[in-house]
């Protein structure tokens, strides 16, 4: 249906700056992934799930991309979408148990059904008699048997009905009727990103999992089979310190971090494994300035850190090494322009970076960031070698 | 460079629902774009300049479409960019007179001059010896002569020099010696987005005007030739009263207009040409509130009402049809969920709106969140038909 243009003219592209093999030598703005960070974040999340024997779900959410996938799962294994074209990307390249963890329509039913006809475990999400409905009705059509969680809402935050709430069991019993497969419970302690001290991260993690285990129970007590009982987010996920009940983990933004989470408590600067590398294209010394060529369509217009204690504007900015220049951030940022400036209040001098020089800027929110590129350059520690680009998928 | 997958196996894609032919059967969330209030809002500002004999460089960072560039010069014509990506993409498809309309790095100096090479007539832009220099040796690399603007800076938004800074002649002589060619003066008054006042706003188009032709005059006293005075924002280009002594003027987001501009006092909502498709996937009545598969990944991050007199959330709703809803807003995004709920203080009911519904909501910034979708669904006023899809180009 995409019109093709007939005249096109003999014009240059980019050239070979885009493919460049050294970070020095890169076109800007561009999307840096540090590979030995992502490995360590990685490691992190999975060996603390091993050792407790859960399963690890990560939510593909953030990475988009097949190639970071197989550093969780070289051989595929359990994730999380949050898209149909998610889905859909994944099982093309191999990822076979996938969980749709957005409430269900009835276009994405149908959808996600096609899926399932093609031998792809795909679990959806609903809270709803219509839902279970209407799913039934989806899969009925398609000649497949689905399968889906009941959403469980721990805190508050968005979908899911409370472990308490009557319709709990009406739902299951609309689903069993249906002719849907309970698949269990799932519930996401979103309100914990608003958290920054380690005690109230625990009690949000033992309160999803609390909420999460009684639902199950339950909807076991009625008589229905609930299999998995999933919770997660990146901050429960790293506070949890009792896992009973529980029988899997989801977590998304973990294999990055971010700024945010960053503030959260998650982890240090020195975990951040995303960065977008910036050129510095103005100086304004008079007004305390560098302008760069990341604005908010490289870096995203989030904002995250400026309900934290420590607000970073739109991002912290580090040397082309990852170097981190203390209380330089960018302050503002418009479509293809950021403003560098020293943060109000501290007394650090403004580097002398003059045009062409450039540095790395460190994101609020890696999902938000990430989806604003179209690769990964992938880099490692201490090397200005581009070891591979690794492509984002993207759309609905 | 990119990694081709070896191991696609045969899984279904979107299938035919991204290709619906009905607004109401389209897939969600998708962007639309109403052809009609496209073409009102062009002919708006065009006529205005055209009987002024003023030229109008639209700046293509909001639309990224050639066929919304097709909409405003149907054979090529004068257009403006911030990145040189859409500098090689416009060019591609015949607009030939282009002006880069963001500072000027090394990388980009040789990037933009293999265009002026490919026969493009570029025009970039600078403020500083260092970028005369800089310029002036990509051109002599290239073997061609560059034609640039010096940035003057009308209000303290970004970069340039003021109109009265010594370094103006100091840059015009720079580049006299570096064999480039003085493209002329430019200036955006970014600063006017913060207004709402019509008579701040004719003030602001004033200043941006007389700092402009100040800065030209000072040029050409000093025996530069400075063959254009171009000023240009969406506000100040509706407002200006006065354009004495501009040759053009440059505008984006007037193509399609958003609530940001609405809030200042551009536009009605019934301008707004853009607007994000999306279904109901849960609803919440108890909470006051409707959960829609349109979250930020969607709309954007962009908050820009949170500063005006009305705060828009995150997008103002409407039914399939485009009536809006009364005080229904978009109060909380996440990457996929969109949580719609009656603004605080309105007496106004919630709708009824069950798992299925569709709405469309307007955004705050329609330059950021259109840079969240592939491709406009193409519509006209009164018809449910979807008449075209053009393609977004992205990236840099």
């Given at each position: 249906m995409l019109r093709v243009d007939m005249d096109r003219t003999d014009i240059p592209d980019a050239g070979s700056d885009k493919a460049a093999a050294t970070l020095g030598a890169l076109a800007t703005p561009a999307l840096l992934l540090d590979r030995d960070r992502l490995d360590?974040?990685?490691?992190?999340?999975?060996?603390?799930?091993?050792?407790?024997?859960i399963v690890l779900r990560p939510h593909m959410k953030t990475a988009k991309s097949i190639d970071v996938a197989r550093r969780a799962y070289p051989s595929g294994g359990p994730i999380t979408v949050s898209t149909l074209a998610k889905?859909?990307?994944?099982?093309?390249?191999?990822?076979?148990?996938?969980?749709?963890?957005?409430?269900?329509?009835?276009?994405?039913?149908?959808?996600?059904?096609?899926?399932?006809?093609?031998?792809i475990d795909i679990k959806v999400l609903l809270d709803s008699l219509e839902q279970a409905a209407m799913l039934g009705a989806a899969g009925r059509a398609a000649g497949v048997t689905p399968s889906a969680f009941i959403e469980i809402d721990c805190d508050g935050h968005r979908g899911g009905l409370t472990a308490t709430d009557p319709k709990l069991l009406a739902?299951?019993?609309?689903?069993?009727?249906?002719?849907?497969?309970?698949?269990?419970?799932?519930?996401?302690?979103?309100?914990?990103y608003s958290?920054?001290?380690?005690?109230?991260?625990?009690?949000?993690?033992e309160n999803?999992?609390?909420?999460?285990?009684?639902?199950?129970?339950?909807?076991?007590?009625?008589g229905h089979e609930c299999p998995?009982?999933?919770?997660?987010?990146?901050?429960?996920?790293h506070f949890t310190e009792d896992l009973t009940g529980l029988t899997e983990m989801r977590a998304g933004v973990y294999m990055f971090f971010d700024l945010v989470m960053h503030g959260v408590g998650v982890c240090t600067t020195?975990?951040?494994?995303?960065?977008?590398?910036?050129?510095?294209?103005?100086?304004?010394?008079?007004?305390?300035?560098?302008?760069?060529?990341a604005g908010w369509m490289a870096l995203s217009r989030d904002r995250g850190t400026s309900a934290q204690r420590v607000d970073q504007g739109y991002g912290l900015v580090c040397d082309l090494s990852?170097?981190?220049?203390?209380?330089?951030?960018?302050?503002?940022?418009?479509?293809?322009?950021?403003?560098?400036?020293?943060?109000?209040?501290?007394?650090?001098?403004?580097?002398?970076?003059?045009?062409?020089?450039?540095?790395?800027?460190?994101?609020?929110?890696?999902?938000?960031?990430?989806?604003?590129?179209?690769?990964?350059?992938?880099?490692?520690?201490?090397s200005d070698a581009i070891r591979a680009r690794w492509p984002r998928m993207r759309g609905w």
């Open positions: 360590r974040n990685l490691a992190r999340l999975s060996s603390r799930m091993a050792a407790q024997g889905a859909e990307y994944f099982a093309q390249h191999g990822f076979r148990d996938i969980t749709y963890a957005v409430g269900l329509a009835p276009h994405t039913a149908a959808r996600a059904m096609r899926l399932r006809k093609a031998g739902v299951a019993a609309a689903l069993a009727e249906a002719g849907v497969k309970l698949a269990g419970v799932l519930t996401h302690a979103g309100e914990s958290l920054s001290m380690p005690a109230a991260l625990v009690a949000a993690a999803e999992r609390a909420v999460a285990v009684a639902a199950a129970s339950t909807l076991r007590a009625a998995i009982v999933s919770v997660g987010s990146t901050p429960t996920a020195d975990d951040i494994a995303i960065s977008v590398v910036a050129t510095v294209i103005g100086t304004k010394p008079e007004k305390g300035w560098i302008v760069v060529d990852g170097k981190i220049y203390p209380d330089l951030i960018v302050t503002q940022a418009s479509q293809e322009h950021g403003i560098l400036a020293i943060r109000s209040g501290s007394a650090q001098a403004l580097p002398d970076l003059s045009i062409g020089a450039k540095v790395r800027i460190l994101p609020n929110h890696a999902c938000a960031t990430a989806s604003q590129h179209e690769l990964y350059n992938v880099v490692s520690a201490g």
